[in-house]
C-alpha cells in the first residue's frame, strides 16, 4: 500500500484490489469469462461502481422511468477471423445485444453501433458486415438509432472492432436472484458449437470440421416463453466461459447449489469428438445461440415442449436441478454414478470468441 497526499493535505491509500503480485499485468484470461474475468469484475469495477442496478450482475440493467421498466444493456466484439462458419462479427454483435436483452425478460427494441476499423480494413468487407447488420437487425426486430465510427492506424484494431448497446421493454423481470431450490435447469440445444467453430475457422489449427457458429437470436422464443409462462426465474446465455462458468455464477448469486447430470447434456457428436482430440471440456466451450432457463418443476415440461416446438430449441433438454446443499457449487452426476464439481474456468481455452 502506498500514502499519498491530495490537493488539502489529507492522506490516502492507493490500493490495487487485484493481487499485483500474481498479476501486474492484464492478460488475455481477464476477459474469458472464467474466474479471473470474475475476480477483475468483482474486485475492481464492482468495487468502484456500487449500486443497485450493477450490483444485479445480469446481462443488462433494469432501468425505471414513470413507472415504466426497460433493460439496457451493452457489448463489444472482438471476434477472430471476423468471418467464420455459420456467422460474422456483424450478426454476431446485433444477436448478442439482443440476446442479452431477452435473458432480461424484455423485448429488444432498438440498438446503437460503435465502428472501430482499422487502416487497410476493405471496404468490400465493411460492405458485408454492414449488410449482415442490417439483416440481422430485420430478423431481431431492432432498429439501429445511432452509432460512432472511429479508424486507428494499420496494427492497432486487427480489422475491425464493433460495440452494441441495446434497449427493450421489459415483459418479465427476469433476475439470477429469482433462482429456487427445486427449480428444474433447461439449456435450448446442442452446447459448444460457437467455440469449436471459431477455433475452426482459425489458421493454424489445422483442424476440419463442418461444425456451424449456432449465433442467432433468441428474443422471438424468449418473448413466446415469457406470454405462455410465468414461471421461468432465471435465464442466461451461456457466451464466454460457456455452460460451466454461467452455472456457477447463477449458483453464486442465489446462494444455492446446482446439480447437472452428465448423460442429459446435448453434445453434438462432432463438438464431442473436437473437445476430445483438443482436450477441450464442452461444457466451458462457448455458445452464442443457446440459454439456459431455471424453471418451477410444475411448469417444466410445458416450458420444454415450447421451446423444443422452435427450430432455435429442438434439441432442448433439462439437464439439472437447484439443490438446497452444498451452495455455491456446481455438482455433475456422472454417467457412471460418481459426482465431480464443475468449477468455473480458471482462463480462457480460446480467447476471441465474440
Not at 179 to 202: L, N
Request: proline fraction near 4%.
Amino acid at each position: 500500500m502506498e500514502e499519498k497526499q491530495n490537493k488539502n493535505g489529507q492522506e490516502f491509500a492507493l490500493t490495487c484490489p487485484i493481487p499485483i503480485s500474481e498479476y501486474d499485468t492484464i492478460t488475455i484470461a481477464h476477459g474469458g469469462g472464467g474466474t479471473l474475468m470474475h475476480q477483475l469484475i468483482q474486485k475492481m469495477f464492482l468495487s468502484q461502481f456500487d449500486n443497485p442496478y450493477i450490483n444485479l450482475q445480469h446481462d443488462g440493467a433494469i432501468l425505471e422511468f414513470e413507472n415504466k421498466k426497460i433493460a439496457f444493456s451493452t457489448d463489444t466484439y472482438v471476434v477472430q477471423p471476423i468471418f467464420f462458419p455459420g456467422g460474422d462479427i456483424g450478426e454476431l454483435s446485433v444477436y448478442g445485444t439482443v440476446n442479452d436483452l431477452a435473458m432480461c425478460g424484455a423485448k429488444p427494441r432498438f440498438i446503437s453501433l460503435g465502428f472501430v476499423l482499422e487502416e487497410g480494413l476493405k471496404v468490400e468487407e465493411l460492405w458485408r458486415i454492414v449488410l449482415s447488420i442490417q439483416k440481422a437487425a430485420k430478423r431481431c426486430g431492432v432498429k439501429i438509432v445511432t452509432g460512432d465510427t472511429k479508424v486507428v492506424e494499420r496494427g492497432k484494431a486487427d480489422k475491425i472492432f464493433i460495440n452494441t448497446t441495446g434497449v427493450g421493454e421489459i415483459i418479465s423481470e427476469i433476475s439470477p436472484f429469482n433462482c429456487k431450490v427445486g427449480d428444474d435447469i433447461i439449456i435450448s440445444g446442442d452446447i459448444g458449437e460457437h467455440g469449436i467453430a471459431i477455433m475452426a475457422a482459425r489458421g493454424g489449427l489445422n483442424f476440419e470440421t463442418s461444425i456451424k457458429s449456432d449465433t442467432a437470436p433468441l428474443n422471438h422464443l424468449i418473448e413466446k416463453l415469457l406470454r405462455n409462462s410465468q414461471n421461468i426465474h432465471v435465464l442466461r446465455d451461456p457466451t464466454r466461459g460457456g455452460v460451466a462458468s454461467t452455472l456457477n455464477e447463477i449458483a453464486e448469486s442465489a446462494n444455492v447449489g446446482i446439480e447437472i447430470y452428465e448423460d442429459k447434456l446435448p453434445i453434438g457428436d462432432q463438438v464431442r469428438a473436437a473437445c476430445e482430440i483438443l482436450g477441450f471440456d464442452p461444457l466451458y466451450v462457448a455458445n452464442e445461440g443457446k440459454f439456459i432457463a431455471f424453471v418451477d418443476p410444475n411448469d417444466s415440461e410445458k416450458i420444454l415442449q415450447i421451446i423444443q416446438s422452435d427450430p432455435l430449441g429442438k434439441n432442448a433438454q433439462i439437464i439439472g436441478k437447484v439443490v438446497a446443499n452444498h451452495k455455491k457449487t456446481v455438482i455433475m452426476k456422472t454417467s457412471i454414478g460418481s459426482n465431480r464439481i464443475v468449477d468455473m474456468i480458471s482462463g480462457e481455452q480460446l480467447p476471441r470468441i465474440c
